[in-house]
């Protein structure tokens, strides 16, 4: 069984910062994952894509309005990924999930962390 843990949501204003962390652990050895990503639910919406990294290190954004802002990278662990939130808008306001794949065993979500972006 595979356990992902996202941390470091908050509620801050527009223009500030955060970093969200995400550390995945399991009973049995992991292969680093085939993709890390990052993934939000805006109030009301559907799940959307933010970022994903590679296993071999290659970053992808989605969506206009997160490039320049946002930065997704590996971890202190090869299985573990953040993703830095700059420059929030309130339109950043969603709940932020990571997710892990490996292509032979399927995908892993964790539980998600709250970003809320309000003046």
């Known amino acids: 069984q595979v356990q992902l843990v996202e941390s470091g949501g908050g509620s801050v204003q527009p223009g500030e910062s955060l970093t969200l962390s995400c550390t995945i652990s399991?009973?049995?050895?992991?292969?680093?994952?085939?993709?890390l990503g990052w993934y939000r639910r805006p109030p009301g919406k559907r799940r959307e894509e933010v970022a994903t990294l590679t296993a071999g290190g290659i970053a992808h954004y989605y969506g206009s309005s997160i490039k320049g802002r946002f930065t997704i990278g590996r971890g202190d662990t090869a299985n573990s990924v953040y993703l830095q939130l700059n420059n929030l808008r309130p339109d950043d306001t969603a709940m932020y999930y990571c997710?892990?794949?490996?292509?032979?065993?399927?995908?892993?979500w964790g539980q998600g962390t709250q970003v809320t972006v309000s003046s």
């Open positions: 997710a892990a794949t490996w292509t032979e065993t399927g995908t892993f």
């Open positions: 399991s009973d049995v050895n992991l292969d680093i994952a085939n993709v």
